[in-house]
């Protein structure tokens, strides 16, 4: 799951400045809270109506893509109203901005949308907490199946640090301290001993620290061997 909220429409707004047309694109892929047609529609609506209040006269046409991060989807759904805009707004993720940057070379593309965090997992009701950082070097085998990385609040890799206590973390005391948790859990499995090995420098790499990460396509949809 991708998690993304709106920008304000005043943030919006002004990056805006100057531009005449506008195509608001929103985005139908993943589980991000719903940014489609309908919200395409009333943000068009909304920067029509706050141009109009700066006695800017701007015009706004909207739609919504199945799937903003596929290029070719992409182009093939916008490029036909691309006549005479200037700038697009995206109401997807960042991916999908990024993707519409590349696709549309005419206009300038903004974000209507900040993205929160990707490879999460619902817990309470209408909360979802963040798992996974996608480091693109797992080492959940190392921590109990807890991951450090996204739910320490300093990704140590060997915690915890001197400001854990009562089990929650010093950043945040509603935030459970991560390597707590990961000591719990290794308890529970008689594996403590683990938490006296120091673990390694981790490569970062293979995570965004190494620049622009970039993954053949066909390692994504090929059939992987199983490991069983
Ligand atoms: S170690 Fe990396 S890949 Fe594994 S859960 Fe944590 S962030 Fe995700
Ligand atoms: S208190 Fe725990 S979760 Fe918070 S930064 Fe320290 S080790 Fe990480």
């Known amino acids: 799951m991708i998690?993304?909220?709106?920008?304000?429409?005043?943030?919006?707004?002004?990056?805006?400045?100057?531009?005449?047309?506008?195509?608001?694109?929103?985005?139908?892929?993943?589980?991000?809270?719903?940014?489609?047609?309908?919200?395409?529609?009333?943000?068009?609506?909304?920067?029509?109506?706050?141009?109009?209040?700066?006695?800017?006269k701007v015009e706004t046409t909207?739609?919504?893509?199945?799937?903003?991060?596929?290029?070719?989807?992409?182009?093939?759904?916008?490029?036909?109203?691309?006549?005479?805009?200037?700038?697009?707004?995206?109401?997807?993720?960042?991916?999908?901005?990024?993707?519409?940057?590349?696709?549309?070379?005419?206009?300038?593309?903004?974000?209507?949308?900040?993205?929160?965090?990707?490879?999460?997992?619902?817990?309470?009701?209408?909360?979802v907490s963040e798992r996974c950082a996608a480091c693109g070097d797992c080492i959940l085998d190392l921590t109990a199946g807890i991951c450090p990385i996204a739910r320490c609040s300093k990704s140590l890799l060997n915690g915890p640090c001197g400001g854990s206590q009562d089990g929650k973390c010093e950043v945040d005391k509603e935030l459970d301290c991560a390597w707590q948790l990961i000591y719990d859990r290794l308890k529970a499995l008689g594996r403590l001993d683990q938490m006296e090995e120091i673990m390694p420098a981790k490569d970062w790499s293979t995570s965004t620290h190494g620049g622009t990460r970039r993954t053949p396509k066909e390692m994504m949809f090929m059939d992987r061997p199983r490991r069983d």
Request: aromatic fraction near 4%.
């Open 3 to 56: 998690v993304t909220e709106e920008k304000p429409l005043e943030e919006i707004m002004s990056f805006l400045g100057g531009h005449k047309k506008i195509l608001i694109a929103g985005c139908d892929g993943c589980d991000q809270p719903p940014r489609g047609l309908r919200e395409a529609k009333s943000l068009a609506l909304l920067i029509e109506m706050a141009s109009k209040l700066k006695g800017e």
């Open 62 to 127: 909207y739609t919504t893509v199945i799937k903003q991060c596929d290029d070719k989807i992409a182009h093939s759904t916008l490029s036909p109203l691309m006549e005479g805009v200037d700038a697009v707004v995206s109401l997807s993720c960042g991916i999908g901005v990024q993707v519409l940057s590349d696709v549309l070379e005419d206009a300038p593309v903004f974000p209507g949308q900040n993205t929160m965090f990707m490879g999460s997992e619902e817990r309470e009701m209408g909360t």
